[in-house]
């Protein structure tokens, strides 16, 4: 059974920080870039980031570049995702998302209809 667990949401002030963690199971990982979508309130999802274990290629989203950092240990099946410098319009449900990319292909994260697996998702709040 495909799993993605995330874990690390919370309330956070303007300018603070979080890490969310998402924990995969049940697939080969080698050939999927594997990070994070979210959905603000009455907004559509947007990708935010993902690394692709097999060259270890990472995707940021323009929104976040500079302030939020994602990183792997594979020999976990973990992904990390650093959150500094949060701001309110980061408040989201914040989801692990798994896409397939045997060749390798660059990832366009606003096409999260491309995703092949989803995790619940975590909420992430940033207070003024």
């Known amino acids: 059974e495909v799993q993605l667990v995330e874990s690390g949401g919370g309330l956070v002030q303007a300018g603070g920080s979080l890490r969310l963690s998402c924990e995969a199971s049940?697939?080969?990982?080698?050939?999927?870039?594997i990070g994070w979508a979210r959905q603000a309130s009455g907004k559509e999802r947007e990708g935010v980031s993902c690394i692709r274990s097999g060259d270890g290629t990472a995707y940021y989203a323009d929104s976040v570049k500079g302030r939020f950092t994602i990183s792997s240990d594979f020999a976990k099946n973990t992904v990390y995702l650093q959150m500094n410098s949060l701001k309110p319009e980061d408040t989201a449900v914040y989801f692990c998302a798994a896409q397939y990319t045997p060749h390798r292909e660059a990832v366009d994260l606003q096409r999260v209809y491309d995703v092949d697996y989803w995790g619940q998702g975590t909420h992430v709040t940033v207070s003024s």
């Open positions: 049940g697939f080969a990982l080698d050939d999927y870039c």
